[in-house]
Nanobody
Framework: QVQLVESGGGSVQSGGSLRLSCSAS????????MGWFRQAPGKEREGVAG???????RHADSVKGRFTISQDNAKNTLYLQMNSLKPEDTAMYYC?????????????????????????WGQGTQVTVSS
């Protein structure tokens, strides 16, 4: 059974940093597409960053240059390093993974929509940024 467990959320002041972790277990697929998503109260869920089994990364324009997605394959762990945090980054952050697809060439929002539609999800971790 696939399990994703996020950690690392918390409360920080504007300009601060946090590193989110997502520990994955219960799978044996070699191809996957992973992503970080966030959802703020009253707003739609959005894809923040993604990384695939080939190591290709992508970041939403809203976080580009501030957030970095990475993975440690030996630990089956996904990370999201978040620097220069802003109050508008306040949200519940989720990791999600889609197995068995080569998503390197998925473009734009399709990458995130594909994961969101058929992937496995963690329970989320809250990030709150105060001004």
């Amino acid at each position: 059974q696939v399990q994703l467990v996020e950690s690392g959320g918390g409360s920080v002041q504007s300009g601060g940093s946090l590193r989110l972790s997502c520990s994955a277990s219960g799978y044996t697929y070699s191809s996957y597409c992973m992503g970080w998503f966030r959802q703020a109260p009253g707003k739609e869920r959005e894809g923040v960053a993604g990384i695939d089994s080939d190591g290709n990364t992508r970041h939403a324009d809203s976080v580009k240059g501030r957030f970095t997605i990475s993975q440690d394959n030996a630990k089956n762990t996904l990370y999201l390093q978040m620097n220069s945090l802003k109050p508008e980054d306040t949200a519940m952050y989720y990791c999600a993974v889609l197995f068995g697809e080569r998503c390197t060439y998925y473009t734009g929002d399709y990458y995130y929509r594909r994961i969101a539609d058929v992937g496995y999800w963690g329970q989320g971790t809250q990030v709150t940024v105060s001004s």
